[in-house]
């Protein structure tokens, strides 16, 4: 017996998912489905999106669904268009074989009207963005008065992005005796109470762990100077040369500009986000998923929803403000029980970050090395190689032009045309990554001002004698709670109202980065870098850092607190000019100064990719790519198809 009949599904249901493939139900469709067949159920399901959610609900739905009727009986709310009309199509897909079945995408962006009149046609299910099914029924568009099932897909998303009104009014509209499927990737309390309000003793169903992500992505990450970000997002590019990727930014302009250079650095890629047209984002969305693209940059709203088959690698390049969003994020490689790989490239002081999502994932990252040029080379020969060996070769049209080309080679033995052959394409490389330097924070070299000769970091922190602790209790106390081995604690020189440490370099990172809004006896505890706070002597300092609870976690709080002792009078101790940047001003104005020093590094980051481009310009990127266009006017498709020949090479 089929395992999709044997759960209950009926033929014409069997058939249509045996055509797409499906064998065996996963691991969430094997509970869901037998549960809600019986027709009587609330359920709340954890699930991540690319374990089978929509079959899950989809496959029960359809077989509950009286398809003679024209009446709407299922309304199935998802946060994004995207994900709207993938749902949409995956059901469509599943109801091949039933007669009569009219699923309809509701949803902002297109057409009201035309939407409407599909609805009007019969629509027994309606799949709506919230948004929009509510100016449906403002507009009496649509008759809830009917509706048996209601399912909200990505309920966390729903609330974070401020639909819970839009679901209040919706759901208010379908009668009350309804049954409500929730499914959530995560379980913030507030999706637990929406739950409780909507639903009377639900079904809970988990796969996985809770808030946890797919087993098999594996999560890496990189720590570099915020200035290197960008350039080690090429070499890992340019190290897994066949990469599907989407990469993750935090601001539409920032996804903008990190587009743009990727495009004028000749690699196929291209930007997704809330600013460009509908259908600017078809066309994108249509090039990447037939593969035209590699690299996808994209926020995460406008790559929410995204099933994109075989996803490589989804990159962080910032990592997102609500943490749980990296498990959306991540989810979007390793789908349908593929593996793919999640990383993140990170500057020092997000290692802390780090730790919060592997608690919240209850996984463990790797950190990796950012490849040298050495290395990105050896995987771009071996994958030339590779390509050279499995090329297609057109023996009728190459026919005629063979007897010259031999007779051009004819001095040369085997081993020197596979050498010659490959230097052709090689070379070029070579060339690109002869000055590379390392990128890795650590050992960059660029950034060297807290770490001794003897390979020791030196740490400030704001506690004391006046906090009744000697060395040794603060050597307990640090250990403790940044999970550092004591005896990588080299020393503490403790002073009365701070100390200095001396810390193995390797534990620097973790201890500067678990140490964030961590209070010692209701005070917020702060350590950073000798460097950068080795003039901040001051006893009177002590007091101002109590202050700072910006909404923006620990970068909120620690600028906060320097603003604050910039107006104190140890200001003039300050070294550096960066720091005296951060000392002027109001605690608004500090945030200012931070944003343009951020946008300083995102120049340096520029600047170092002009002078790397002049130096890799035998790569063959002469073509001018208008980078201030988006979409799709035909300039920008001609680009591309200039830029995508020499990266293709490799
Ligand atoms: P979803 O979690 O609904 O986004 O589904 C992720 C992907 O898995 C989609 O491309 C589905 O078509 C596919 N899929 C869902 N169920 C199965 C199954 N039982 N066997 C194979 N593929 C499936």
């Known amino acids: 017996m089929n395992k999709f009949e044997a759960l209950g599904l009926n033929n014409a249901i069997v058939k249509a998912v045996t055509e797409l493939g499906f064998e065996a139900p996963t691991p969430i469709q094997e509970k869901t489905i037998p549960a809600l067949l019986t027709g009587t159920t609330d359920l709340v399901a954890l699930a991540q999106t690319g374990t089978g959610k929509t079959a899950a609900f989809g496959l029960p739905l359809i077989s509950l669904i009286d398809f003679k009727s024209r009446d709407t009986q299922a309304v199935i709310l998802c946060p994004t268009r995207e994900l709207c009309m993938q749902i949409t199509r995956d059901l469509q897909n599943y109801t091949k074989y039933i007669d009569g079945a009219n699923i309809v995408a509701v949803y902002g962006g297109a057409s009201i009207e035309g939407q409407s009149r599909e609805i009007k046609r019969g629509a027994q299910i309606v799949v709506a963005t919230p948004g929009r099914m509510n100016d449906m029924i403002n507009r009496r568009n649509v008759n809830l008065s009917k509706v048996r099932y209601a399912v909200l897909d990505e309920a966390d998303e729903m609330l974070n992005m401020g639909f819970k009104e839009d679901l209040d009014t919706i759901l208010s509209q379908t009668p009350a005796e309804k049954n409500t499927w ?290 040794r209790s603060m050597t307990e106390y640090i250990s403790e709670v940044s999970g550092v081995a004591a005896n990588t604690i080299v020393s503490i020189d403790v002073k009365s109202s701070f100390s200095f440490i001396e810390v193995k370099t390797e534990s620097a990172e973790v201890i500067t980065g678990t140490f964030k809004n961590i209070q010692f006896n209701g005070r917020n505890v702060r350590i950073e870098s000798r460097g950068a706070s080795s003039s901040s002597t001051g006893g009177g300092e002590r007091r101002s850092y109590g ?85 799709n006017s035909d300039d920008r498709k001609n680009n591309f198809k200039r830029e995508k020949r020499p990266r293709k090479a490799f």
């Open 182 to 471: 929730l499914f959530s990737a995560t379980m913030p309390d507030e999706v637990l109470r929406i739950s409780k309000h909507y639903m009377s003793s639900p079904i809970e169903i988990t796969t996985g762990t809770k808030n946890s992500g797919n087993e098999n992505i594996e999560h890496v990450y990189y720590v570099v100077q915020a200035r290197d970000k960008y350039p080690t997002l090429k070499r890992i590019a340019d190290s897994n040369p066949d990469i599907f990727a989407i990469v993750f930014c935090r601001t539409k302009i920032e996804t903008q500009e990190i587009a743009d250079k990727l495009i004028k650095d000749g690699y196929n890629a291209d930007a997704l986000h809330g600013d460009l047209s509908q259908s600017q984002r078809d066309h994108v969305m249509k090039r990447y998923r037939s593969r035209s693209l590699q690299m996808l940059v994209a926020t995460d709203v406008a790559a929410r929803g995204i099933d994109v088959q075989d996803v490589t690698h989804v990159i962080n390049y910032a990592l997102p403000d609500e943490i749980e969003n990296y498990t959306h994020r991540s989810g979007r490689t390793a789908r349908a029980g593929k593996t793919g790989v999640s990383i993140a490239i990170i500057n020092m002081k997000e290692v802390g970050k780090i730790r919060i999502i592997e608690r919240l994932i209850k996984t463990k990252f790797t950190q990796a090395k950012v490849p040298n040029g050495f290395e990105v080379c050896e995987k771009q020969l071996f994958s030339l190689v590779k390509k050279i060996h499995n090329v297609e070769v057109n023996e009728k049209a190459i026919e005629s032009y063979l007897p010259g080309i031999y007779e051009e080679l004819k001095d040369l033995t085997r081993e020197d045309i596979i050498k010659r052959f490959v230097s052709t394409e090689f070379n070029r490389f070579l060339d690109y990554y002869k000055n590379a330097p390392d990128l890795n924070a650590s050992s960059s070299g660029r950034d060297q001002r807290s770490v001794s000769t003897n390979g020791n970091t030196k740490l400030f922190i704001n506690l004391g004698e006046m906090d009744k602790l000697d060395s």
């Open 547 to 631: 202050g700072g609870n910006g909404s923006y976690g620990d970068r909120g709080n620690s600028y906060g607190s320097r603003s604050d002792r910039g107006g104190s009078s140890s200001r003039g101790g300050y070294g550096g000019g960066e720091r005296r940047s951060y000392g002027s001003g109001s605690g608004s104005g500090e945030r200012k100064s931070y944003s343009d020093r951020s946008s300083r590094g995102g120049n340096t980051a520029k600047t170092y990719n002009e002078s790397g481009a002049g130096e890799y310009s035998d790569r063959g990127r002469s073509a001018r790519v208008s980078t201030g266009n988006t979409g």
